[in-house]
C-alpha cells in the first residue's frame, strides 16, 4: 500500500510526513515535528503558504497536478491535512500510495455543510435544524418549514463567515436565492446562543481519545477574536461537550486532532456547528498552556504513537493578530506592550503583507486566571488597534 515500506520512526530521517495544504497551521505542525527531528514536506495547492519556510521540502503546485502527487507521493512516508478543501481526487489519490489521517471519507464529510450536518442528524449528534437545498424552491419550502431567523450557508468552501447570509424569515426566496452565489446551501435556523464554545479531541490508531478542556470563543467581524480556557462554564457543561466532541471522533472513524466547534444555549443545551478535521484556530493556546500541543498531538494520533496529555498547566487567553493590527501591510506593530508582559508569548505566521483583516499571527497570554488573562488581552488588543489607527 505504502511507496515507502519504512518506519513512522520519529528522528528517523527515511520518515517524513506529508502534509496538504501550507498554512498557519502547516506552519506550525511543521514546527513541532522540526523539534524531533520529523522531516516534512508540505504540498502548497497553489496558495498562500507560510509553512513553505518550515518544511524541509516544498511543493508549490496545485492540488490537481498531476506532477506534484507524484513528487508528494515519492517524498512522503504517511500524509496528514491542515486545510480541509483540497479536492476529493487528490485525497483519494494519496491515500492509494500511503496511508492518510484523518481518512479521506472523514475530511469529505467536514469539509462540506451539507455532509456534514446531514452527519450529525444521522448519528444522533446534537445539532440546530437545518435543510439542504438547491434551488429556489427547495429553499422557499426549507424557509416555511423553518418559519423564522436562520442563515443561509453555502455547502462548500465556507470559512469565517463566508458565504453566509443572516435571514429574517420574512424575504422572498426569489431574490434571497438569485443573491446568493452557490447552486447547494444549508438553510440553518438562528441560534440564539449564550456563548460559543469549542473542543479538540484527538483519536489514535487503536480509537483511544483524549480531549482538551473546551474554549470559550469570540468572534470580531466573524473571525476568531479570543479563545479563552478554561471556558467559563459549568463542570457539567464542559464534562457534555467534551463527551460529545468524542462521539464525534468516533462516528467519524477518526483519527488525528479534530475540533468540534458549538453554539451554547441559554439553558445549559449544546448544539454542534462545525467540525474541522485538523488543528484548529481555537487550539493555539495549547502550544504555551497545555502538556502537549495540539501539533504534537496531531503528530502522535498519525503517526500511530500514544497520545499526550492534554493537561491545563495555567488559565490562558489565545488572541488572533489579524492585519487590521498592522499600521501598514508591510509596517509592523510595536510590540513593546506583548513583551513587557512576561506572560505573554508572540506567534507569529510569517505572512508578508497585513492585508484587510487576514490572520498574521497569535499571542497566548498565561495568568492566574481567566478573567486576568482577558482584561490583559483585551488591552493588548486595544492598544494595538489604536497604534495601527494612529499611523
Ligand atoms: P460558521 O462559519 O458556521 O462557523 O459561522 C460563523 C459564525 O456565524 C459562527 O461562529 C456564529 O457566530 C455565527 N453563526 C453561524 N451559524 C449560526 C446559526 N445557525 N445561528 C446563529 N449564529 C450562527
Redesign the pocket.
Known amino acids: 500500500m505504502s511507496c515507502h515500506p519504512s518506519t513512522f520512526e520519529i528522528g528517523n530521517p527515511d520518515f517524513t510526513l506529508g502534509i496538504l495544504g501550507a498554512g498557519q497551521l502547516g506552519r506550525m505542525l511543521a514546527l513541532a515535528a522540526r523539534r524531533m527531528n520529523v522531516r516534512t514536506v508540505v504540498w502548497t495547492g497553489g496558495l498562500e503558504a507560510p509553512a513553505v519556510e518550515l518544511a524541509n521540502h516544498v511543493i508549490d503546485k496545485p492540488f490537481d497536478d498531476p506532477e506534484a502527487r507524484r513528487e508528494f507521493c515519492a517524498t512522503a512516508t504517511l500524509a496528514t491535512v491542515e486545510f480541509e478543501n483540497i479536492p476529493r481526487e487528490t485525497l483519494d489519490s494519496v491515500s492509494r500510495c500511503m496511508q492518510l489521517f484523518p481518512s479521506p471519507d472523514a475530511i469529505a464529510i467536514c469539509q462540506n455543510r451539507a455532509r456534514e450536518k446531514s452527519f450529525l442528524r444521522e448519528h444522533g449528534i446534537p445539532c ?1 435544524w437545518f435543510a439542504v437545498v438547491s434551488s429556489v424552491e427547495e429553499l422557499a419550502a426549507a424557509m416555511k418549514e423553518l418559519n423564522g431567523p436562520g ?1 443561509l ?1 453555502t455547502a462548500a468552501f ?4 463566508k458565504g ?1 447570509v443572516k435571514l429574517d424569515g420574512k424575504e422572498d426566496p426569489v431574490a434571497v436565492w438569485a443573491a446568493f452565489e452557490a447552486d447547494r446551501a444549508v438553510l ?4 440564539p ?1 449564550e456563548k ?1 464554545l469549542s473542543v479538540m479531541v484527538a483519536r489514535g490508531s487503536d480509537g483511544t481519545m483524549v480531549t482538551y478542556d473546551p474554549a470559550e470563543n469570540r ?1 470580531r467581524h ?1 473571525i476568531l477574536d479570543v479563545s479563552i480556557i478554561p471556558a467559563r462554564v459549568s463542570d457539567e457543561v464542559s464534562r457534555q461537550a467534551q463527551e460529545i466532541a468524542k462521539s464525534v471522533a468516533a462516528a467519524l472513524d477518526y483519527r488525528g486532532i479534530l475540533g468540534v ?1 458549538f453554539f451554547l444555549l441559554p439553558n445549559g443545551t449544546l448544539l454542534v ?2 467540525m474541522a478535521p485538523r488543528p484548529h484556530n481555537s487550539g493555539h493556546h495549547t502550544i504555551n498552556a497545555c502538556a502537549t500541543s495540539q501539533f504534537e498531538q496531531q503528530l502522535r494520533a498519525v503517526c500511530g504513537l500514544p497520545l499526550g496529555s492534554t493537561r491545563l498547566l495555567s488559565p490562558v487567553v489565545m488572541l488572533n493578530l489579524l492585519g487590521d493590527m498592522w499600521p501598514a501591510e508591510t509596517i509592523l506593530p510595536d510590540w513593546t506592550p506583548i513583551f513587557e508582559d512576561g506572560e505573554t508569548f508572540l506567534h507569529l505566521y510569517g505572512k508578508r503583507r497585513a492585508i484587510g483583516r487576514r490572520k498574521m499571527g497569535h499571542v497566548n497570554v498565561l495568568g492566574a486566571t481567566a478573567e486576568d488573562c482577558l482584561k490583559r488581552a483585551e488591552a493588548l488588543k486595544s492598544l494595538l488597534l489604536e497604534q495601527a489607527k494612529r499611523s
Do not use: A, C, L, P
Open positions: 440546530t442563515v450557508k465556507g470559512y469565517d463567515g453566509q440553518e435556523g438562528f441560534v446562543f460559543e468572534h466573524h466547534e456547528n462545525e
